[in-house]
């Protein structure tokens, strides 16, 4: 059973170009959390999404970010017109249905944004 | 969610147990102990988590005090592999998802 995937690894962005990330979570799971890590800080959520719907994105800064989860293929977060304080490493998580009292989130690899 | 300290680095000597402190003292009756750890340019990875009750699995122990104030994480016999940053996460059951790290521990596990 694959992991989480994440791709790309590594991407490199000019200030004001468009950045596209992308995760494919476990097979079997529906609800996806991207998450956010500054270098030398602690991870940060942003964005909660099941198929087709957004959930929770209190985390995700106001202007020029998105995200979805469409029904087929995989959740994407795009920055866009993207500015040098947004290098840093995006994670992607992916969990099955939410139980009662435990939800273990599946980490992907994480795409290492770096804005020249 | 309640907060969390940890102590920001730790050493262990290859083969010996690693235990790794945390501070909830706010923690609240329905919050469960989560340990996840981040290995250098790798994602977080889950470990072990737990209520009130003492834990353990494949990878590791969770000893819980009776007052819940603070927990203790055990690697029994620690490997080089184990290298990583050690986060102690304090998060509601039910539907709370969001999972809030702080900056963790840097264990260090030397030959």
């Known amino acids: 059973n694959a992991g989480v995937m994440q791709n790309p690894r590594h991407l490199v962005r000019r200030r004001g170009q468009e950045a596209r990330l992308r995760c494919s979570p476990m097979?079997?799971?529906?609800?996806v959390y991207w998450y956010r890590q500054l270098p030398e800080e602690g991870l940060k959520f942003m964005v909660y999404l099941q198929k087709e719907n957004i959930i929770d994105e209190s985390g995700m800064p106001k202007e020029r970010f998105s995200a979805e989860f469409p029904k087929e293929g995989p959740s994407i977060l795009r920055i866009q017109q993207v500015v040098r304080g947004d290098s840093a490493a995006y994670f992607c998580a992916s969990s099955p249905k939410l139980y009662r009292d435990h939800n273990e989130q599946f980490f992907g690899p994480g795409t290492r944004l770096t804005v020249l | 969610d309640a907060k969390t300290t940890q102590p920001p680095s730790m050493d262990c000597a290859e083969g010996r147990a690693a235990n790794l402190p945390c501070n909830h003292s706010?923690?609240?009756?329905?919050?469960?102990v989560y340990w996840y750890r981040q290995i250098h340019s790798q994602g977080p990875q889950y470990i072990i988590h737990g209520l009130k009750n003492n834990e353990t699995n494949e990878m590791a122990s969770l000893i819980i005090t009776e007052d819940r104030k603070s927990s203790t994480l055990i690697l029994p016999h620690a490997t080089l592999r184990d290298t990583a940053v050690y986060y102690c996460i304090v998060r509601a059951g039910g539907s709370n998802y969001k999972l809030t790290f702080g900056k963790g521990t840097l264990l260090t596990v030397n030959p």
């Open positions: 097979k079997g799971h529906s609800h």
């Open positions: 706010t923690i609240s009756g329905n919050e469960y």
